[in-house]
């Protein structure tokens, strides 16, 4: 068997989505059921099944949903840990582009956090009604995320049977620009972008303290975008102290006290709770005003520790990169 599927990270991970795609299907059979015959107004002995079924299925469901969530970051300490086997690996760059599956995965993992993420809200908002409104939608909601988990579990066998042991992969400096070259699109130079950087920071400010759901959603994806050029192509060189180390992988490792997790996480979560103040408001008619006030926390923070890294290095030196 490749020495990939003994590792035990790798056995340990595997497992859990087993289990989760498992249940998950469990809540699916169920969740059908009640989509089809609920009617909170009856009193037929039929509906107070259904109810009591309903309570077991959102365990069961909010259980999954919060360990797929979980193990985005153990996914990324799967992979950054595999760089130790596979060859010409130095960090999980190497190792996500083993296959033709990996990006796609990695993808799609993003995407599902979300989806999953919204779900949990959703929930809790239906929870506090007495007539629980949302229930259909949400249960609509969780079919369609069950299958694009199921798509997600294809590839995650897909991709660690097709990682070879054997074949070279390309390390992270040769991936994301050797030797200090600049991948940037659109004729972007380095000041241009971090221009840019704080430009769309300012304006997810704007848009989330007045509260504008669509532009705040358009904002904050564009922001997305270049938050992730700039870290790859400017705020990464500071933290790893070398102009020509680009890599958003490197980051999660030992060496750079894991800032990249925290990095992400922040980023991710700001831009999650403006996006999802837009679909919310489609999918439940509600605005929830605490995912404005996040949202600005998050980025914040995102920005405040990409702007330390380089505050601090100029403080100590004297020079920027």
Do not use: R
Not at 148 to 177: A, H, Q
């Amino acid at each position: 068997m490749n020495e990939v599927l003994l590792s035990n990270e790798v056995l340990i991970y595997l497992s859990s989505e087993t289990i989760i795609i498992l249940l998950e299907f469990f809540a699916l059979f169920f969740a059908i059921d009640i989509i089809k015959n609920w009617d909170f107004s009856s009193t037929k002995p039929k509906q107070y099944k259904l109810e009591k079924k309903s309570y077991l299925v959102m365990l069961i469901i909010s259980f999954t949903l919060v360990v797929k969530i979980a193990l985005i970051p153990y996914f990324a300490y799967v992979i950054d840990n595999l760089s130790n086997i596979v060859p010409g690996a130095m960090c999980a760059a190497g190792v996500i582009n083993a296959n033709d599956y990996g990006i796609k995965l990695l993808a799609l993992k993003i995407f599902i956090v979300f989806f999953n993420s919204i779900w949990i809200i959703i929930n809790s908002e239906d929870l506090k009604q007495k007539d629980y409104p949302y229930i259909k939608t949400k249960l609509y909601f969780f079919i369609f995320i069950f299958f694009i988990t199921l798509v997600e579990y294809i590839l995650d066998i897909l991709y660690f049977t097709n990682i070879s042991l054997d074949e070279l992969v390309l390390c992270c400096t040769v991936i994301f620009g050797a030797q200090g070259s600049s991948t940037l699109p659109f004729g972007l130079d380095t000041n241009k972008l971090i221009i840019l950087f704080y430009l769309f920071y300012l304006l997810t400010l704007m848009a989330n303290i007045s509260k504008q759901s669509f532009l705040s959603f358009i904002v904050n994806i564009l922001f997305l975008y270049i938050s992730y050029l700039s870290v790859v192509e400017f705020f990464g060189t500071y933290i790893y102290q070398l102009p020509t180390h680009k890599c958003p992988f490197c980051m999660l490792q030992k060496e750079y006290y894991y800032i990249g997790y925290i990095l992400w996480t922040s980023l991710f979560l700001g831009v999650f709770y403006a996006i999802s103040s837009f679909v919310l408001k489609s999918l439940i008619k509600k605005e929830l005003d605490y995912t404005y006030k996040y949202s600005i926390i998050f980025n914040t923070i995102f920005v405040s520790i990409c702007s330390l890294y380089v505050v601090i290095y100029y403080l100590k030196n004297g020079v920027f990169l």
